[in-house]
């Protein structure tokens, strides 16, 4: 059995050519059915994100299994060709499939490295495959300590604390200026994309209410009812802002539109409280000389860009924490896998031993005539004892080696020695994968959608 993923991802692909590949909740169902009748593929998952299309798959030949899920995903959409797509995918097996689909449930393969959505996009694309009955053993194991690993890492590292966006960095700016922003009032003025962003991120925090200005009323009215807000009529402007404690400047003037004498006259009638403006508009609408103010602080797009940055380098320092990390519980997840391919040629073998055994008692007992029980029992037992040391040595390497990167020389070895035919090997493979409850992965229930 091997473990592959094929797919690809916002470096590999355009977002046309990913989107032509996305498949709905709604379709999974035929979707992974249809993946399921590939032969060879013996578990199946489908993660599809904004930024990535991936197929996971239990395969019996790893090869023969990328082909497959090659047609699978070709087939996904009328307009694609071989030619289109086979050039922008990436394929994994194995160690390295494992690896890849942990450090993506860490984000960290994202193209926001510490973005927290991914991780529940995983869960939702495990549930899919065992709502569908397309995930087994195998893959169930790997996903739920893919899904542990993301969870252990935005845990124990900060790397999903540091904001990376120019929106978000405006919120986290907002939180030197006033510790706890429940109860704040927000001004939007204007309709600025990263305006909104801001909006909403203080929205989340809990900010109280917020106010929308713009010169034209009715997209300011719109807005007002997108944040359950209010709108304001873009002449009172200068009378609003001493009600408010954040202003958000993202119009298309090309002056200011807010100046010095505005905000000192704001700060004045608030009785000094603390104002935080931010400017996310080139050319700027707040007057540079507004930081002159006392009790005002105004941060432009330069300087929540420069606080970006700095974010990211402390973003990618926590990312060399979560890296170990991964590689340790990838370590020992390759270590389980490799073990499950020796397990059932180990019984396989023990059974063919008992097999051989009990026939040549049967002869034994047939020639010996009459014995009493404990004469039986020592014949009994002094064949379990050969037969117990003569495989103990073989038991013991093959344990051991399947852990290895040339286990599956080993296995195939034994299985060639002591004349294992496929069929004895598949018969106890699926037994004990359909048997198989513990082995050191934790088996708590998937943790609850994070809403994201």
């Not at 097996?93 to 529940?120: C, K």
């Not at 004990?432 to 959608?449: A, C, F, I, Y």
Request: aromatic share 6%; charged share 25%; glycine share 6%.
């Amino acid at each position: 059995m091997n473990i592959i993923v094929l797919g690809l991802n916002h470096r590999t692909a355009s977002v046309e050519l990913r989107e032509l590949l996305a498949i709905q909740d709604s379709r999974m169902g035929e979707a992974l059915g249809r993946l399921m009748a590939y032969s060879g593929i013996k578990e199946a998952m489908y993660l599809g994100t904004c930024n990535r299309v991936e197929v996971y798959a239990v395969v019996e030949k790893g090869e023969w299994g990328f082909r497959q899920l090659e047609d699978f995903l070709v087939s996904t959409h009328f307009s694609l060709s071989s030619e289109d797509l086979l050039p922008h995918l990436y394929r994994y097996s194995d160690d390295e499939a494992i690896a890849h689909l942990f450090r993506v449930s860490a984000s960290l393969d994202s193209m926001v490295v510490g973005e927290p959505q991914v991780l529940g996009q995983v869960k939702e694309a495990y549930e899919l495959a065992l709502t569908h009955r397309s995930s087994g053993v195998i893959l169930n194991k790997v996903v739920k300590k893919a899904i542990s690993v993301g969870k252990s890492v935005r845990t124990n590292t900060r790397i999903g604390e540091y904001a990376v966006s120019v929106s978000y960095a405006a919120v986290e700016l907002a939180k030197k200026v006033f510790s706890n922003l429940k109860q704040r009032v927000v001004l939007l003025v204007g309709a600025g994309e990263m305006g909104k962003l801001a909006a909403q991120h203080l929205v989340n925090q809990g900010v109280k209410e917020v106010l929308i200005t713009n010169r034209n009323h009715h997209r300011a009215f719109a807005l007002a009812e997108r944040f359950h807000g209010q709108a304001v009529p873009y002449e009172q402007l200068r009378s609003t802002l001493p009600k408010v404690d954040i202003v958000i400047c993202a119009t298309g003037a090309p002056h200011y539109v807010i100046t010095k004498d505005d905000i000192e006259m704001a700060v004045y009638h608030r009785m000094n409280r603390p104002m935080f403006l931010i400017d996310i508009t080139v050319p700027r609408n707040i007057d540079p000389t507004v930081k002159d103010v006392d009790n005002a602080y105004v941060f432009d797009i330069d300087d929540l860009k420069a606080h970006v940055g700095h974010n990211q380098e402390e973003r990618l320092k926590e990312a060399e924490t979560a890296e170990c990390m991964v590689r340790e519980e990838v370590g020992s997840m390759v270590a389980w896998v490799r073990g499950l391919e020796a397990t059932p040629t180990i019984v396989a073998l023990r059974k063919k031993a008992e097999e051989i055994k009990q026939s040549e008692l049967e002869k034994v007992f047939g020639r010996l005539g009459e014995l009493s029980p404990k004469e039986r029992a020592a014949i009994e037992g002094l064949a379990s004892a050969i037969v117990n040391k003569l495989l103990h040595g073989p038991v013991v390497t093959l344990k051991s080696e399947a852990q290895s990167q040339n286990g599956f020389a080993f296995i195939e070895a034994a299985r060639r020695f002591f004349e294992l035919r496929e069929r004895e090997i598949h018969s106890e493979e699926v037994q004990l994968l359909e048997d198989e409850t513990g082995d050191g992965v934790s088996e708590e229930p998937l943790p609850q959608k994070d809403g994201v």
